[in-house]
């Protein structure tokens, strides 16, 4: 295939991701209202039991990490509404953390070396996943930008990958200002999570976030393309090939 024919199919493998991230918030949204007001009304629960309910928080925004029940973003506005920004995100970053730790390392100690032996014998995706790997702390990031990836999913597929914990916990690291941004809007919209005049809408914010979010998934589907397309390559070019 020539260059002209990679660069068109990668841009049209970027325009699916953003189209297909964008039909799918389009399509939740408009539900998104009540669940939020629902996950608000269980955190007022959870604050009435005083201390106790912001450890019944984190474990389920643990669960929620590890098992993808609802999108953490939703959880952490309702906890914004409820608690404020402070303590909201506070919270909400130890759930997070614990939560993503410990997909990536479930993933890593159970099956990673079964995937190792996998990769000795597939040459083509043994290169995909060092070149992944090389990539560390950026790609992680950007998929954790991303509001289409489902958080579980990725953190397992990170730990299965040859990124290394460091680089797996720094990426994450560097996308928690995005979990303040959800906190400080489910907080200021106040008492009534109001979302605003339309049905479904996030207001500027959350939206500006989700306009970022899309790019970011663009960009690393773009960055996995091309990998990928390496990779062929090289297996291609092999002797004997």
Same mark, same amino acid.
């Given at each position: 295939m020539t260059s002209g024919g990679r660069t068109r199919r990668r841009r049209l493998w970027l325009g699916l991701a953003v189209a297909a991230g964008a039909a799918l918030l389009w399509l939740g949204s408009a539900h998104f209202d009540a669940a939020l007001t629902a996950l608000r009304d269980a955190?007022?629960?959870?604050?009435?039991?005083?201390?106790?309910?912001?450890?019944?928080?984190?474990?389920?925004?643990?669960?929620?990490?590890?098992?993808?029940?609802?999108? /953490?973003? *939703?959880?952490?506005?309702? %906890?914004?509404?409820v608690w404020g920004l402070? @303590? !909201?995100?506070? &919270?909400?970053?130890?759930?997070?953390?614990?939560? /993503?730790? *410990?997909?990536?390392?479930? %993933?890593?100690?159970?099956?990673?070396?079964? @995937? !190792?032996?996998? &990769?000795?014998?597939?040459?083509?995706?043994?290169?995909?996943?060092?070149?992944?790997?090389?990539?560390?702390?950026?790609?992680?990031?950007?998929?954790?930008?991303?509001?289409?990836?489902?958080?579980?999913?990725?953190?397992?597929?990170?730990?299965?990958?040859?990124?290394?914990?460091?680089?797996?916990l720094i990426g994450t690291l560097a996308s928690l200002p995005a979990l303040v941004l959800y906190a400080w809007t489910g907080a200021t919209a106040g008492e009534a999570v109001e979302i605003g005049s339309t049905g479904g809408a996030l207001g500027w914010a959350s939206w500006g976030l989700t306009v970022v979010g899309l790019g970011a998934t663009g960009a690393a589907v773009w960055i996995l393309a091309r990998l990928a397309g390496e990779a062929r390559r090289a297996e291609a070019a092999r002797p004997g090939e």
């Open positions: 955190i007022h629960g959870f604050a009435a039991l005083g201390w106790p309910g912001y450890v019944v928080y984190v474990l389920v925004l643990i669960a929620t990490c590890l098992s993808t029940i609802v999108p /953490a973003s *939703a959880l952490v506005m309702a %906890a914004g509404a402070g @303590l !909201a995100s506070g &919270l909400s970053m130890i759930g997070i953390l614990i939560g /993503a730790v *410990a997909a990536f390392l479930m %993933a890593r100690g159970l099956l990673r070396g079964r @995937l !190792a032996r996998v &990769l000795a014998r597939r040459p083509a995706l043994a290169r995909f996943d060092r070149d992944l790997g090389r990539r560390g702390w950026r790609i992680v990031l950007l998929w954790r930008f991303s509001p289409v990836a489902p958080f579980a999913l990725t953190s397992f597929a990170f730990g299965l990958s040859s990124v290394t914990f460091r680089d797996y």
